[in-house]
Protein backbone atom coordinates (compact mmCIF):
# COMPACT_ATOMS: atom_id res chain seq x y z
CA UNK A 1 0.00 0.00 0.00
CA UNK A 2 1.04 3.54 -1.12
CA UNK A 3 1.51 5.85 2.11
CA UNK A 4 0.29 9.59 1.26
CA UNK A 5 2.27 12.75 1.72
CA UNK A 6 0.89 13.86 5.52
CA UNK A 7 1.92 9.85 6.43
CA UNK A 8 5.71 10.91 5.17
CA UNK A 9 5.68 14.78 6.78
CA UNK A 10 4.14 13.21 10.00
CA UNK A 11 6.73 10.43 10.05
CA UNK A 12 9.50 13.44 9.33
CA UNK A 13 8.37 14.88 12.82
CA UNK A 14 9.12 12.12 14.75
CA UNK A 15 12.74 12.28 14.38
CA UNK A 16 14.10 15.88 13.02
CA UNK A 17 17.00 16.99 11.56
CA UNK A 18 18.73 17.99 15.04
CA UNK A 19 20.82 21.37 13.52
CA UNK A 20 17.84 22.13 11.40
CA UNK A 21 15.71 22.49 14.27
CA UNK A 22 18.35 23.94 16.94
CA UNK A 23 18.50 26.85 13.98
CA UNK A 24 14.99 27.04 14.32
CA UNK A 25 14.37 27.20 17.85
CA UNK A 26 16.69 29.74 18.17
CA UNK A 27 15.31 31.96 15.55
CA UNK A 28 12.06 31.54 17.53
CA UNK A 29 13.28 32.98 20.96
CA UNK A 30 14.19 35.94 19.28
CA UNK A 31 10.64 36.87 17.91
CA UNK A 32 7.84 38.04 19.89
CA UNK A 33 6.28 36.07 21.73
CA UNK A 34 2.48 35.65 20.01
CA UNK A 35 3.36 36.05 16.35
CA UNK A 36 1.31 35.09 13.65
CA UNK A 37 2.82 33.40 11.14
CA UNK A 38 1.51 32.71 7.13
CA UNK A 39 1.35 28.96 6.97
CA UNK A 40 1.36 26.23 9.78
CA UNK A 41 5.09 24.20 10.62
CA UNK A 42 3.35 21.02 11.09
CA UNK A 43 1.21 21.01 7.90
CA UNK A 44 0.28 17.11 9.19
CA UNK A 45 -1.09 18.02 12.55
CA UNK A 46 -2.90 21.43 11.14
CA UNK A 47 -4.73 19.40 8.53
CA UNK A 48 -5.70 16.93 11.31
CA UNK A 49 -6.82 19.91 13.81
CA UNK A 50 -9.31 21.24 11.58
CA UNK A 51 -7.13 24.17 9.40
CA UNK A 52 -8.08 24.95 5.72
CA UNK A 53 -5.87 26.93 3.66
CA UNK A 54 -8.30 29.44 3.02
CA UNK A 55 -9.49 32.85 4.58
CA UNK A 56 -10.55 33.38 7.70
CA UNK A 57 -7.57 30.74 9.02
CA UNK A 58 -5.08 32.38 11.51
CA UNK A 59 -1.82 30.61 12.60
CA UNK A 60 -0.10 31.57 15.34
CA UNK A 61 3.09 30.85 17.24
CA UNK A 62 3.16 31.28 20.73
CA UNK A 63 6.07 30.97 23.21
CA UNK A 64 5.39 29.75 26.72
CA UNK A 65 8.43 29.66 29.94
CA UNK A 66 8.85 26.38 30.76
CA UNK A 67 9.26 25.63 34.72
CA UNK A 68 7.31 25.76 37.94
CA UNK A 69 4.93 28.12 38.53
CA UNK A 70 5.91 28.36 42.45
CA UNK A 71 5.61 32.16 43.82
CA UNK A 72 8.72 33.34 45.81
CA UNK A 73 8.73 32.56 49.36
CA UNK A 74 7.49 35.13 52.11
CA UNK A 75 10.18 35.68 53.89
CA UNK A 76 8.09 37.16 57.34
CA UNK A 77 4.95 37.95 58.69
CA UNK A 78 3.76 34.61 58.66
CA UNK A 79 3.79 31.70 60.78
CA UNK A 80 5.41 28.36 59.27
CA UNK A 81 1.96 26.95 58.27
CA UNK A 82 0.55 29.82 55.79
CA UNK A 83 4.65 30.29 54.72
CA UNK A 84 4.39 28.17 51.43
CA UNK A 85 5.40 29.13 47.92
CA UNK A 86 3.56 26.26 46.04
CA UNK A 87 0.82 26.91 43.52
CA UNK A 88 -0.57 24.36 41.59
CA UNK A 89 -2.19 25.65 38.14
CA UNK A 90 -4.21 22.47 36.90
CA UNK A 91 -4.38 24.33 33.22
CA UNK A 92 -1.92 22.51 30.69
CA UNK A 93 0.90 24.79 29.15
CA UNK A 94 -0.66 24.02 25.51
CA UNK A 95 -4.34 25.60 27.19
CA UNK A 96 -2.11 28.47 28.72
CA UNK A 97 -0.88 29.29 24.84
CA UNK A 98 -4.30 28.91 23.51
CA UNK A 99 -5.61 31.78 26.13
CA UNK A 100 -2.50 34.11 25.09
CA UNK A 101 -3.17 33.90 21.74
CA UNK A 102 -7.09 34.35 22.21
CA UNK A 103 -6.23 37.47 24.32
CA UNK A 104 -3.77 38.71 21.44
CA UNK A 105 -6.38 38.36 18.53
CA UNK A 106 -9.46 38.83 20.64
CA UNK A 107 -11.93 39.20 17.48
CA UNK A 108 -10.82 35.40 16.29
CA UNK A 109 -11.71 31.99 17.86
CA UNK A 110 -9.25 29.46 18.93
CA UNK A 111 -9.82 26.13 16.96
CA UNK A 112 -7.10 24.03 18.25
CA UNK A 113 -3.35 24.29 18.80
CA UNK A 114 -0.39 21.61 18.82
CA UNK A 115 3.53 21.32 20.06
CA UNK A 116 5.86 22.03 17.49
CA UNK A 117 8.75 22.04 19.93
CA UNK A 118 10.79 23.05 23.31
CA UNK A 119 14.19 23.80 24.20
CA UNK A 120 15.64 24.64 27.65
CA UNK A 121 13.56 27.70 28.51
CA UNK A 122 10.48 27.69 26.39
CA UNK A 123 7.54 25.59 24.88
CA UNK A 124 6.43 26.51 21.35
CA UNK A 125 2.90 26.29 19.92
CA UNK A 126 0.69 27.01 16.59
CA UNK A 127 -2.37 27.95 17.32
CA UNK A 128 -5.60 27.63 14.79
CA UNK A 129 -7.60 30.78 14.98
CA UNK A 130 -11.04 31.10 13.04
CA UNK A 131 -12.79 34.48 12.06
CA UNK A 132 -16.23 33.53 12.69
CA UNK A 133 -17.06 36.53 10.71
CA UNK A 134 -16.12 35.41 7.35
CA UNK A 135 -18.36 34.85 4.85
CA UNK A 136 -16.01 31.42 3.92
CA UNK A 137 -16.46 30.54 7.26
CA UNK A 138 -20.17 30.96 7.49
CA UNK A 139 -21.01 29.60 4.27
CA UNK A 140 -19.18 25.82 4.76
CA UNK A 141 -21.26 23.31 6.77
CA UNK A 142 -17.59 22.18 8.10
CA UNK A 143 -16.83 25.47 9.82
CA UNK A 144 -20.36 26.87 10.13
CA UNK A 145 -20.61 25.89 13.70
CA UNK A 146 -17.71 27.92 14.80
CA UNK A 147 -19.91 31.35 14.12
CA UNK A 148 -22.61 30.40 16.05
CA UNK A 149 -23.37 32.24 19.58
CA UNK A 150 -22.87 29.34 21.82
CA UNK A 151 -19.09 28.72 20.62
CA UNK A 152 -17.90 32.18 21.35
CA UNK A 153 -14.77 32.01 23.98
CA UNK A 154 -14.58 28.38 23.88
CA UNK A 155 -11.01 28.91 25.06
CA UNK A 156 -12.00 30.95 28.18
CA UNK A 157 -14.52 28.27 29.07
CA UNK A 158 -12.20 25.02 28.45
CA UNK A 159 -13.94 23.85 24.90
CA UNK A 160 -10.75 23.27 23.28
CA UNK A 161 -9.42 20.06 23.12
CA UNK A 162 -6.47 21.21 25.22
CA UNK A 163 -9.08 23.24 27.71
CA UNK A 164 -11.21 19.55 28.18
CA UNK A 165 -8.03 17.53 28.63
CA UNK A 166 -6.72 19.89 31.49
CA UNK A 167 -10.84 19.47 32.87
CA UNK A 168 -10.88 15.69 32.56
CA UNK A 169 -13.03 15.54 30.71
CA UNK A 170 -11.61 13.43 27.78
CA UNK A 171 -11.66 9.83 27.77
CA UNK A 172 -8.12 8.34 29.70
CA UNK A 173 -7.77 4.66 30.64
CA UNK A 174 -10.13 2.25 32.76
CA UNK A 175 -8.96 3.34 35.69
CA UNK A 176 -8.56 6.72 35.50
CA UNK A 177 -12.33 9.11 36.38
CA UNK A 178 -13.69 11.10 33.57
CA UNK A 179 -15.53 13.54 34.93
CA UNK A 180 -18.47 14.67 35.35
CA UNK A 181 -19.50 11.48 36.92
CA UNK A 182 -22.34 9.08 36.07
CA UNK A 183 -23.40 9.95 39.48
CA UNK A 184 -23.35 13.44 39.03
CA UNK A 185 -25.49 13.23 35.67
CA UNK A 186 -28.05 10.70 37.32
CA UNK A 187 -28.35 13.38 40.48
CA UNK A 188 -28.72 16.15 37.97
CA UNK A 189 -31.39 14.61 36.16
CA UNK A 190 -33.59 13.78 39.68
Do not use: C, H
Not at 69 to 97: C, I
Not at 102 to 109: D, G, H, R, V
Not at 152 to 181: D, E
Request: aromatic share 8%; hydrophobic share 30%; no cysteine.
Amino acid sequence: MTKGLYYYLKQAWKKPEKNALRERLVQWRKEPVVKKIERPTRLDRARNLGYKAKKGFVIVRVRIKRGGRKRPRPNKGRRSKRQTNKKVLKMSYQWVAELRAQKKFSTLEVLNSYKIGKDGKNYFFEVILVDRNMPEINKNKDTKWIASPANKNRVYRGLTSAGKKSRGLLKKSRNQKVRPSQRAWDRKGK
